[in-house]
C-alpha cells in the first residue's frame, strides 16, 4: 500500500462515527475535563443529609453536583465519536487533572504572605484532593472505559437503532465500576470510616450517578441527534 492509499483510507470516515478532526470533539474534550477537575475539587468535602431513617443519613460528597454529566458527554463521545475517541478525552482529562494537583503542590510549598492565614486549610484539601485524584483516576478510567467499551459494542449490534439501551446499559456498567472503585480510595480522604456509612456512600454515588443519566436521557438524545446531522464526517452505521 502506498502512503497515498494509507492516507485517503485514513480520510474516510469510519461507519457509524465521525472523525475527530471536527469542531464540535474539542468543545466536548474542553467540557469534560473540565468538569472531571471541578468534580475531584468539589469531592473534598464530605456531605450528609439527613438523618433520613432514624440515625442513618444520606452520605456523599461534593462531587456530586457535576460528576454525572462527564458520563452524558462521554456518552456523546463514545456515541458519535467512537471509543479511541473516548479514551482520548479520557486520557487528556485525567492528565489535566495531575497538572493541577503538581499546581497545587507547588503552591503549598511557596512562602506565605504575612496576611495569608488559611496555609493549614489549604494543606488539608489539597492532600485530600491528591488522594481523590488516585481514587478519581482509578474509578473513572475503569467506569469511562467500561462505559464508551458497552456503548461501542451495543452499536455494533443495535446500529442506530436502540439508543436509549446503549445509553442506559453503558451507564449501568460503568458507574458501577466507577463507584466501586473510586469510593473504595476516596471513603477515607473524605472522613468515612465506618463500613455502614462507606455502605450508604457507594450505593448512594451509583444509584444517583445512574439515576441522573437516566433522567439526562432526553437532552442526550437531543445532543447526540444534533452532533450526527452538523457533524460533516459522520456516517451511519448500517
Same mark, same amino acid.
Given at each position: 500500500?502506498?502512503?497515498?492509499?494509507?492516507?485517503?483510507?485514513?480520510?474516510? %470516515?469510519?461507519?457509524? /462515527?465521525?472523525?475527530?478532526?471536527?469542531?464540535?470533539?474539542?468543545? *466536548?474534550?474542553? @467540557?469534560?475535563?473540565? $468538569? =472531571?477537575?471541578?468534580?475531584?475539587?468539589?469531592?473534598?468535602?464530605?456531605? +450528609?443529609?439527613? %438523618? =433520613?431513617?432514624?440515625?442513618?443519613?444520606?452520605?456523599?460528597?461534593?462531587?456530586?453536583?457535576?460528576?454525572?454529566?462527564?458520563? =452524558?458527554?462521554?456518552?456523546?463521545?463514545?456515541?458519535?465519536?467512537? *471509543?479511541?475517541?473516548?479514551?482520548?478525552?479520557?486520557? $487528556?482529562? /485525567?492528565?489535566?487533572?495531575?497538572?493541577?494537583?503538581?499546581? /497545587?503542590?507547588?503552591?503549598?510549598?511557596?512562602?506565605?504572605?504575612?496576611?495569608?492565614?488559611?496555609?493549614?486549610?489549604?494543606?488539608?484539601?489539597?492532600? +485530600?484532593?491528591?488522594?481523590?485524584?488516585?481514587?478519581?483516576?482509578?474509578?473513572?478510567?475503569?467506569?469511562?472505559?467500561?462505559? +464508551?467499551?458497552?456503548?461501542?459494542?451495543?452499536?455494533?449490534?443495535?446500529?442506530?437503532?436502540?439508543?436509549?439501551?446503549?445509553? @442506559?446499559?453503558?451507564? /449501568?456498567?460503568?458507574?458501577?465500576?466507577?463507584? $466501586? @472503585?473510586?469510593?473504595?480510595?476516596?471513603?477515607?480522604?473524605?472522613?468515612?470510616?465506618?463500613?455502614?456509612?462507606? !455502605?450508604?456512600?457507594?450505593? $448512594?454515588?451509583? @444509584? #444517583?450517578?445512574?439515576?441522573?443519566?437516566?433522567?439526562?436521557?432526553? !437532552?442526550?438524545?437531543?445532543?447526540?441527534? #444534533?452532533?450526527?446531522?452538523?457533524?460533516?464526517? #459522520?456516517?451511519?452505521?448500517?
Amino acid at each position: 500500500m502506498t502512503s497515498s492509499q494509507a492516507t485517503a483510507r485514513a480520510d474516510v %470516515p469510519t461507519p457509524g /462515527f465521525a472523525q475527530v478532526g471536527s469542531r464540535y470533539y474539542p468543545v *466536548f474534550v474542553s @467540557v469534560f475535563t473540565a $468538569l =472531571v477537575i471541578i468534580s475531584n475539587v468539589t469531592a473534598t468535602k464530605g456531605v +450528609a443529609f439527613g %438523618p =433520613v431513617i432514624g440515625h442513618w443519613s444520606i452520605i456523599t460528597d461534593g462531587g456530586f453536583i457535576v460528576f454525572p454529566l462527564t458520563y =452524558v458527554i462521554g456518552d456523546v463521545l463514545s456515541e458519535v465519536y467512537g *471509543f479511541k475517541a473516548a479514551r482520548r478525552a479520557i486520557i $487528556l482529562g /485525567f492528565a489535566m487533572n495531575i497538572l493541577a494537583a503538581l499546581a /497545587f503542590w507547588v503552591t503549598i510549598y511557596l512562602p506565605s504572605a504575612d496576611f495569608y492565614t488559611n496555609q493549614e486549610h489549604f494543606e488539608n484539601v489539597v492532600h +485530600a484532593y491528591t488522594q481523590l485524584i488516585i481514587a478519581g483516576l482509578a474509578g473513572f478510567i475503569v467506569g469511562q472505559t467500561i462505559n +464508551a467499551w458497552t456503548v461501542v459494542k451495543i452499536k455494533e449490534r443495535t446500529k442506530e437503532k436502540h439508543l436509549w439501551a446503549r445509553l @442506559v446499559g453503558s451507564t /449501568f456498567a460503568g458507574q458501577l465500576g466507577d463507584t $466501586l @472503585v473510586f469510593c473504595s480510595i476516596a471513603a477515607g480522604a473524605i472522613g468515612i470510616t465506618s463500613f455502614g456509612d462507606f !455502605v450508604t456512600y457507594t450505593a $448512594l454515588g451509583w @444509584v #444517583y450517578k445512574t439515576a441522573v443519566e437516566v433522567v439526562m436521557l432526553p !437532552v442526550t438524545y437531543r445532543v447526540i441527534g #444534533y452532533i450526527k446531522r452538523n457533524e460533516p464526517t #459522520y456516517t451511519m452505521m448500517v
